[in-house]
């Protein structure tokens, strides 16, 4: 079974950075894609960037292209999100999450295992 434990988030100004963190453990069967998700207060869940598992091309919501930047240590199992230049909408819950390696892209119910979340506020 996987797991995923996110870490990073905190409490920044606008135009700070912060890098998450998501530590994956347990056997996955063949290739996955693997993403970043936030739900912000009153909205719904959104796919923010993902590593697609049939090519490794990267994926960006229009919303952070340019300022974020996802990438991931393969010795260490875990994927990196580097926020920069935050937004006080950018405030949110972010998850990591796994699924179907064509599924960057599509809805957050494709995928299937999910970390807790790390809160980021991004506030002045």
């Known amino acids: 079974q996987v797991q995923l434990v996110e870490s990073g988030g905190g409490l920044v100004q606008p135009g700070d950075s912060l890098r998450l963190s998501c530590a994956k453990s347990g056997f996955t069967r063949g290739p996955y894609a693997i993403g970043w998700f936030r739900q912000g207060p009153g909205k719904e869940r959104e796919g923010i960037s993902c590593?697609?598992?049939?090519?490794?091309?990267?994926h960006y919501a229009d919303s952070v292209k340019g300022r974020f930047t996802i990438s991931r240590d393969n010795a260490k199992n875990t994927v990196y999100l580097q926020m920069n230049s935050l937004k006080p909408e950018d405030t949110a819950v972010y998850y990591c999450?796994?699924?179907?390696?064509?599924?960057?892209?599509?809805?957050?119910?494709?995928?299937?295992?999910w970390g807790q979340g790390t809160q980021v506020t991004v506030s002045s």
């Open positions: 590593i697609s598992g049939t090519d490794g091309k990267l």
């Open positions: 999450a796994t699924g179907p390696p064509q599924m960057c892209g599509a809805s957050w119910y494709y995928f299937t295992s």
